[in-house]
């Protein structure tokens, strides 16, 4: 399998996600961009950019009523 080049912030936002659902947490925009010290504006096209690339996935809210965005979740390497 060919291994995907990433630019650094790209690399940063993946390792956010991946960080965010090994301690439990949700991840949201908001705390990609914290955890990566960006602003959400800043994240948006990294995220967008490593879902065309298939290596992260959005789920948008389940719960009727109670969407707090969509989370973006890491998907692991067969």
Known sequence: ??????SETEER???AVAALEAR????????????TQ???EEVHEPLHLLTERGLLHR???PMAG???GPRWC?????
Request: no cysteine; hydrophobic share 35%; proline share 11%.
């Open 74 to 78: 890491a998907r692991q390497p067969a």
């Open 59 to 61: 789920e948008d809210s």
């Open 13 to 15: 936002v993946y390792q």
């Open 1 to 6: 399998m060919p291994q995907v080049r990433l």
């Open 38 to 40: 960006m602003t959400e």
């Open 24 to 35: 439990g947490d949700v991840p949201y925009p908001d705390l990609i961009a914290r955890e």
């Open 66 to 68: 109670l969407d707090f």
